[in-house]
Nanobody, 116 residues
Framework: QVQLVESGGGLVQAGGSLRLSCAASGLTFSSYAMGWFRQAPGKEREFVAGINWNGGSTYYTDSVKGRFTISRDNAKNTVYLQMNSLKPEDTAVYYC?????????WGQGTQVTVSS
């Protein structure tokens, strides 16, 4: 059974930083591209950042380019999201999933709240 467990969220002031982690189990992690997604209150879940199987290729939605960095450690079965220069509009629950995402892989997510 695949489990993706997100952690590292919290409350931070605008301009601050957070580092999210997603620990994966139940799958051959190094075989999968991974992604971070987020869902703000009243909005649909959206793609934030993606990374290929070995970390050699990354891609971001326009709103986070230059502020967020996705990375992975295949030895630890973990994908990370470093978030800098946070803005109130980054407030959301953040999730990780494979790319393409699978509905049965969604975890509980981690809440990120950015105060102005």
């Amino acid at each position: 059974q695949v489990q993706l467990v997100e952690s590292g969220g919290g409350l931070v002031q605008a301009g601050g930083s957070l580092r999210l982690s997603c620990a994966a189990s139940g799958l051959t992690f190094s075989s999968y591209a991974m992604g971070w997604f987020r869902q703000a209150p009243g909005k649909e879940r959206e793609f934030v950042a993606g990374i290929n199987w070995n970390g050699g290729s990354t891609y971001y939605t326009d709103s986070v380019k230059g502020r967020f960095t996705i990375s992975r450690d295949n030895a630890k079965n973990t994908v990370y999201l470093q978030m800098n220069s946070l803005k109130p509009e980054d407030t959301a629950v953040y999730y990780c999933n494979t790319r393409p995402s699978r509905g049965d892989y969604w975890g509980q997510g981690t809440q990120v709240t950015v105060s102005s």
